[in-house]
Structure formats: structure tokens, C-alpha cells
Antibody, heavy 118, light 109 residues
Framework: EVQLVESGGGLVKPGGSLRLSCAAS????????MNWVRQAPGKGLEWVSS????????YYADSVKGRFTISRDNAKNSLYLQMNSLRAEDTAVYYC???????????WGQGTLVTVSS | SYELTQPPSVSVSPGQTARITCSGD??????AYWYQQKPGQAPVLVIY???ERPSGIPERFSGSSSGTTVTLTISGVQAEDEADYYC????????????FGGGTKLTVL
């Protein structure tokens, strides 16, 4: 069964840091690009970052550029998102999702909630 | 930054056809994707490459493209189709940017 499981969310103070993880199973992780998408409470989806299968290409949304770092470990079938200098507006459920060229994001993990509040 | 525009809400009766539009300047050059999200659940891909349907997605879901607008059509809407629907595409200006539309709440009356 293809599965993505996020972890690492929680409550953090403004200016703090958090590292999210996404564990993949049931497919050849190293052949897929990976993505982070977030959803603020009651709001729509927002693309955060993408990384190619071999980490050669990395992209960020302007809203997180310079504060967030995406990475992956293909040997561990894992995706990461290091989040620094967190702000209240970063509060959201963070989803990881796999993708291949022109195939869309599928599947998605169940999400992990990040709350930035003092 | 690039934007995709969707209507906030669409309402249809069971058995009717629902059409949800998504507009964006780069859509003639970039593929569009559609996701269904039910309350408390992760999004699910229902259409890719404008009009392709992933395995396991019912045939009543279809997609089309015309100029700067793409459309998700749900024929013979069922109560279980009530959900939020999001389009996704990319900017074509040279800067890599994935974008989601604001989402459309489909209500089955």
C-alpha cells in the first residue's frame, strides 16, 4: 500500500524552529519528486516547496523562501522540512505529497498540524 | 505572483451536472490538476493533465480546457461528491511556482 506519514508538528513560539518529517512506503521513493503543501485553518491549499527525486532541483514559495529548507534521504525513504523563524501565519496543517512529471500530487499524507503561538 | 481563480461555491441537485471553473493566464501553456478534499481529510487527485482521470476515480469526473479556463465536470452528482475542489497549475513566466486556486465548495442540495 502506498503511504505517506507526516510527523513533527506541534506548538512553537514565534521565531522558533520545527522540523517536519514524511515517511514514505509502498513505492519507489527515489523515483518521485516530493512536495510540501499547507492549509491554514479554514483556508485553502498553499504550495510550500518541492524537491526533485535526486535533490537536484529545489523550489520554494516566496512566503517561506529563506526560512524553510526542504531535503530528502532516499536511503531512508524520508522527506523533511526544516522550518525556522516561524511566524503566526505559518500556522497550518502541513501535507507531504509525491509527484511525477505531469501526473499531479498523489498520494498525500494525512497531514501534521503546526501551531505558531506565544 | 500567479493566481488561479475559482468560484467560491457551486450548488447542484443529486443527478445533475456540476461544473467548476478555474481561470489563469498560464493555463494555455501549463497543465491543470484537480483535487477533491472532504472535511478532515487530505486532498485526493481526481484529474491530471487537464483531462486525464487517475485509476479509481469514477467516470463521472471529467476535465476540459479552453484557453485560459479549465473546467471540472461532475456528471450525475451524488451526495458523496459534496466536498471542496481545488485546481492546481504552474506559472509559465520562468520562475518555478506551483499555485492552487482558492477552492470551490460543492454543495449537493
Amino acid at each position: 500500500e502506498v503511504q505517506l506519514v507526516e510527523s513533527g508538528g506541534g506548538l512553537v513560539k514565534p521565531g522558533g524552529s520545527l522540523r517536519l518529517s514524511c515517511a514514505a512506503s509502498g513505492f519507489t521513493f527515489s523515483s518521485y519528486s516530493m512536495n510540501w503543501v499547507r492549509q491554514a485553518p479554514g483556508k485553502g491549499l498553499e504550495w510550500v516547496s518541492s524537491i526533485s527525486s535526486s535533490s537536484s532541483y529545489i523550489y520554494y514559495a516566496d512566503s517561506v523562501k529563506g526560512r524553510f529548507t526542504i531535503s530528502r534521504d532516499n536511503a531512508k525513504n524520508s522527506l523533511y522540512l526544516q522550518m525556522n523563524s516561524l511566524r503566526a501565519e505559518d500556522t497550518a496543517v502541513y501535507y507531504c505529497a509525491s509527484s511525477r512529471q505531469n501526473s499531479g500530487y498523489a498520494p498525500w499524507g494525512q497531514g501534521t498540524l503546526v501551531t505558531v503561538s506565544s | 505572483s500567479y493566481e488561479l481563480t475559482q468560484p467560491p461555491s457551486v450548488s447542484v441537485s443529486p443527478g445533475q451536472t456540476a461544473r467548476i471553473t478555474c481561470s489563469g493566464d498560464a493555463l494555455p501553456k501549463q497543465y491543470a490538476y484537480w483535487y477533491q478534499q472532504k472535511p478532515g481529510q487530505a486532498p485526493v487527485l481526481v484529474i491530471y493533465k487537464d483531462s486525464e482521470r487517475p485509476s479509481g476515480i469514477p467516470e463521472r469526473f471529467s476535465g476540459s480546457s479552453s484557453g485560459t479556463t479549465v473546467t471540472l465536470t461532475i456528471s450525475g452528482v451524488q451526495a458523496e461528491d459534496e466536498a471542496d475542489y481545488y485546481c492546481q497549475s504552474a506559472d509559465s513566466s520562468g520562475t518555478y511556482e506551483e499555485v492552487f486556486g482558492g477552492g470551490t465548495k460543492l454543495t449537493v442540495l
